[in-house]
């Protein structure tokens, strides 16, 4: 079977710095915050979409389109923590901080970063963070809605 399952080849990081967002460095990379183990199995929400721009004319007799705008709805549901290490993204994730969230997909999660190695870099700019509801049977969450600031670099290549 060919088809890539998922579970497991997924990594997630939070970095405060990262100098070319197309091309990271394992320092960087290193030096960020794995949150990986802390986001929900369905937790992980970036959502492109592009606005239609419409190029049809008085003469038309078909609707013509292009693309126009891309942005991003994003958010991460996270878990929470009984110890500081495990909470740190309740902790860190405020209303306002900045940052880079680091996608990398395909690759075992335990793998270490690795020069041309292919991730995604998201220039991001936290919302409030919202306290799931309580509920039987699930670990206590929350939701850190994330702005994207400016365009990502989706394809990015590790340097």
């Excluded at 990986?36 to 389109?65: C, E, H, M, N, Q």
């Excluded at 958010?75 to 495990?86: A, H, L, P, S």
């Amino acid at each position: 079977m060919s088809d890539l399952i998922s579970d497991g080849m997924t990594k997630v990081v939070w970095a405060s710095s990262i100098s070319n967002i197309n091309a990271p460095t394992t320092t960087e990379l290193n030096a960020g915050s794995d949150f990986t183990t802390r986001v929900t199995p369905d937790g992980l929400k970036i959502d492109p979409s592009t606005a239609d721009v419409d190029t049809s004319s008085l003469a038309s007799a078909f609707d013509t389109k292009t693309v126009g705008r891309v942005g991003y709805d994003t958010e991460v549901t996270f878990k929470r923590g009984t110890t500081g290490g495990e909470d740190l993204p309740y902790t860190t994730l405020k209303y306002g901080v900045s940052g880079y969230l680091v996608v990398r997909r395909g690759v075992a999660y335990a793998t270490a970063w690795a020069t041309s190695q292919k991730c995604e870099v998201y220039p991001i700019t936290c919302g409030e963070p919202q306290n799931s509801s309580p509920a039987a049977n699930e670990v206590m969450k929350f939701v850190s809605p994330m702005k994207v600031t400016s365009p990502p670099a989706t394809a990015a290549t590790v340097a």
